[in-house]
């Protein structure tokens, strides 16, 4: 999975449903030196059992050999100069050798929302109605009105992209984002752009894809 020429790879990682299992098989095998560096995260307390950091704690730090994983720091008076901050420690690690995605029901990628452009980069972006509700699960009324996330910038830059995606609440935005037009009113359909992009899915969520037929 982490072909690539760099002694110790720089990997981005989605949080959320979709790669629950894929780090739960991975804390079976374990993981080669990599640097981490989370994709993003809601724009709440640092200390929250829903936000991304409380997630890598419960399903990265089980992994053999994980070590550390960048975080953006959602508590600082500057959040905007925070995703700055990340953005060029990123760039300093030499970008993203492979990005692990998940897609969220309205083609986001990250938190970059419909609306996002190509050229974007990290950044504080207000989430939308859809991404709230989803969040809602955890968050109940809590559910933060804003997130930092990597732009499409330095997820589409990334030398490899890993897209998963399960279950058939996804099948729509999965045949949309892959086989529909390219543009920001779906991000994830700029994958369509990227050389090295890998798709997983299950049956369920490749069941609208023309390809699939
Ligand atoms: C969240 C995250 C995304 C994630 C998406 C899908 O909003 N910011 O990185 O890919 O939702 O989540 P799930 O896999 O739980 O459907």
Redesign the pocket.
């Known amino acids: 999975m982490l072909a690539g020429e760099r002694e110790n790879p720089v990997v981005g990682l ?7 299992p894929m780090y739960a098989a991975l804390s079976r095998v374990g993981l080669p030196a990599l640097r981490a560096f989370a ?2 995260e ?1 724009g709440g307390p640092r200390v929250h059992p829903c936000n ?1 950091r409380a997630y890598f704690e419960r399903h990265w730090r089980l992994i053999p050999g994980a070590g550390d994983v960048e975080q953006f720091d959602p508590e600082v008076a500057d959040r905007r100069a925070e995703c700055e901050r990340f953005a060029g420690a990123l760039a300093a690690a030499g970008g993203l050798d492979l990005v692990v ?5 309205n083609g ?4 970059n929302e419909p609306g996002s452009k190509p050229h974007e980069g990290a950044r504080l972006v207000s ?1 939308h109605e859809t ?1 709230r509700q ?2 809602a699960r955890c968050w109940g009324d809590h559910a933060p009105r804003t ?1 930092l ?1 990597l732009g499409l910038s330095e997820i589409l830059s990334a030398r490899a992209v890993l897209l ?4 058939e ?2 099948a729509a935005v999965v045949a949309r984002a892959l086989e529909g037009e390219v543009g920001p009113e779906v991000p994830a359909s700029h994958l369509q752009e990227q050389p090295r992009l890998t798709v997983v899915v299950d049956e369920a969520a490749a069941a609208l894809l023309r390809a699939a037929r």
């Open positions: 989605a949080t959320g449903d979709t790669p629950g994709i993003d809601y991304n995605l998940g897609i969220g029901m986001h990628l990250g938190f989430l991404t989803a969040a997130g996330t998963l995606a399960t279950g609440r996804k």
